[in-house]
């Protein structure tokens, strides 16, 4: 993006010199439009995503849950609280989560670590702590595995009562 900074600026210089009349609006019109598109839609390398050249491989693991995201409702404070999301392999090979990262230090999960076969079922625990949390939550944990995608999203959400909330109740 530096570059063509650069290259817009040097063409504007250029430009301005009323003497050499080479680059002409137009010339000076592309260049700035070119510029300005680059900056404003970047290209960015992401390996997760599959290019449209690269064919998604069809017997890939499939990560499908029960459910992609759970409501504990009601949180007491200074507790913990977990609930466990149960996944079926729906692909053809073995499945093997690398690694689950949760948004929040508050909030960790533990998974299955041996490879989960075509049709057979695993378990993705969260457990949230309350301990120094009030109000509405909402905790994302982010799923690595050898699936395509690769990375997959459950979600925990609730409501962590005020010590005034606990008392009315």
């Known amino acids: 993006m530096k570059y063509q900074i650069i290259l817009a600026t040097a063409l504007l210089l ?3 010199n009323r003497d050499k009349n080479e680059v ?7 260049a700035a439009t ?15 995503v599959v290019s449209e050249n690269e064919a998604v491989n069809p017997n890939a ?5 029960a459910e992609e995201e759970f409501d504990f409702g009601d949180i007491q404070p200074g507790t913990k ?7 079926t392999n729906t692909g053809k090979s073995a ?4 690694d689950a990262t949760a948004s929040c230090g508050c909030t960790t999960p533990s998974w299955t670590h041996e490879p989960v076969a075509p049709g057979a079922q695993g378990k993705m625990e969260v457990q949230f702590d309350s301990h120094g949390k009030q109000g509405i939550i909402s905790k ?6 050898n699936t395509q995608p690769n990375i997959t999203t459950i979600l925990i959400k609730g409501n962590v009562l005020t010590a005034n909330e606990q008392k009315a109740l």
């Not at 693991?61 to 849950?65: L, N």
């Not at 499945?95 to 690398?98: A, C, K, S």
Request: net charge negative; aromatic share 6%.
């Open 14 to 16: 250029g430009a301005c």
């Open 95 to 98: 499945l093997l989560i690398e």
């Open 34 to 48: 070119e510029a300005s598109d680059a900056a404003a839609n970047p290209t960015v390398d992401n390996p997760n």
């Open 140 to 145: 994302q944990v982010a799923i690595r595995a």
């Open 24 to 30: 002409g609006t137009e010339g000076m019109n592309a």
């Open 61 to 65: 693991p499939v990560m499908k849950f």
């Open 81 to 87: 609280v977990h609930h466990t999301f149960t996944f």
